[in-house]
């Protein structure tokens, strides 16, 4: 056995690793550069519509964040009352305040709500 039989495997095993890893690597170029075909979803108008062309699309989706935002303030204001609702409890339970006082801060939320949400939605349809 010469130096040059030994030789021959570790070459062929070398190119042969070489050969398999340049193949990969020729089919993930090759899956890169091709197109992805999927289309995108379309992008859905504004629910207040706002008119033709790219102007009407801005006011229909600014109209749709004032909206938004009127639906964020509602929920603000729902946050306050039941805290204060829930401070007020805490206070009754106390002993520090009396359930008249608890009965006022709900019923007050309460109209205060139902005021909110309503203005919101008078507005909302004045905006649209």
Sequence with gaps: MTQQDGLRPRITTFFHRLA???GLLALWVWLACEPALADLPKVDPPVSGGGAGLMGQIKGYVQDGIVLGGLVIAAIAFINVAVAAIHTFTEVRNEKASWTKFGAIVVVGVVLLVAVIWLLGKSA???L
Aim: net charge positive; no cysteine; proline share 0%.
């Design 125 to 127: 349809t004045i905006i």
């Design 20 to 22: 398999w890893r340049a």
